[in-house]
């Protein structure tokens, strides 16, 4: 029976694991390699890493630290973070990821992403779309880590990016990050009910019922969470977790 993709995110700040609020706020969550050790044991569908500073910083996510993850992955993994042309596309895929996330290029150049799928092919390309309210202007895609707005609305620039060969959009929402209060199921539908490749719910699941919501209701192919893999308790210790095999059935 077909169940949607359940794929914990993860974010590097140096080669530490963090986690935001907002896009800010960050945390200390421990070491990725850790974490992908315990993702393995919990057998979770996929993963992803996205290098929150590398576009700040003019580099890419580090290609040492995906051949290590890709050593120790059981599961397929896709990473993120400064992405700009095609041989760090190669680079990062030679390392053993099986997809690449552009962000930021894919806003400031989209035909970038007809570059890189023509020569990778769509399945390898993924482009995550940030979403956030802006005054007097609704919701519109920001780059840069969620500090440069674009002049696209999400539904506009979900139509570019699938008219360009990306495999697959993930649409997160800036002003749920960390909030664990729910997906903002509006924007998902929409940009679900826009184009025909698949489409990963981010932002705001804090729970079951949330991913259940964002699939059902919002019409999700994926569903990706960040704090509710690294946290648990009322408190938000950190403890990596993942679903329930026994809770699955409810997709």
């Known amino acids: 029976m077909f169940r949607p993709r359940i794929i914990p995110v993860l974010l590097l700040k ?15 969550i421990g070491d990725p390699i850790n974490a992908v050790k315990v993702f393995n044991d919990l057998k979770a569908d996929e ?17 040492e630290l995906v051949r290590q993850v890709g050593e120790e992955a059981n599961m397929p993994f896709a990473v993120g973070g400064g992405i700009k042309n095609l041989e760090e596309i190669q680079n990062i895929i030679a390392k053993g990821a099986e997809k690449v996330i552009i ?13 890189a799928s023509d020569n990778f092919g769509s399945s390898t390309i993924v482009v995550c779309i940030d979403v ?3 005054f007097f202007s609704g919701e519109v895609v ?27 959009i993930i649409i997160q929402s800036i002003n749920k990050d960390g909030t664990m209060s729910g997906y903002d199921l509006d924007l998902i539908k929409e940009i679900s009910t826009t184009v025909t490749i698949p489409v990963v719910a981010l ?9 259940i919501e964002a699939y059902k209701k919002g019409f999700a192919s994926a569903l990706a969470a960040g704090s509710l893999f690294v946290f648990q308790g009322p408190n938000k210790g950190v403890l990596i977790n993942y679903v329930e095999k026994s809770d699955l059935s409810y997709f």
């Open 142 to 168: 920001w780059s840069n880590s969620g500090s440069k707005s674009s002049k696209y609305s999400p539904k506009d620039f979900a139509k570019i990016v699938e008219e360009n060969g990306a495999g697959e």
């Open 132 to 134: 956030k309210k802006k």
């Open 14 to 28: 140096g080669n530490a694991l963090v986690k935001s609020k907002g896009f800010k706020d960050f945390r200390y």
């Open 103 to 115: 962000n930021t290029c894919a806003v400031e150049n989209p035909r970038f992403i007809r570059e």
């Open 47 to 63: 993963l992803v890493f996205l290098d929150i500073e590398a576009t700040k910083e003019k580099r890419t996510i580090s290609t």
């Open 203 to 211: 932002g705001g699941a804090g729970n079951l019922e949330h991913m």
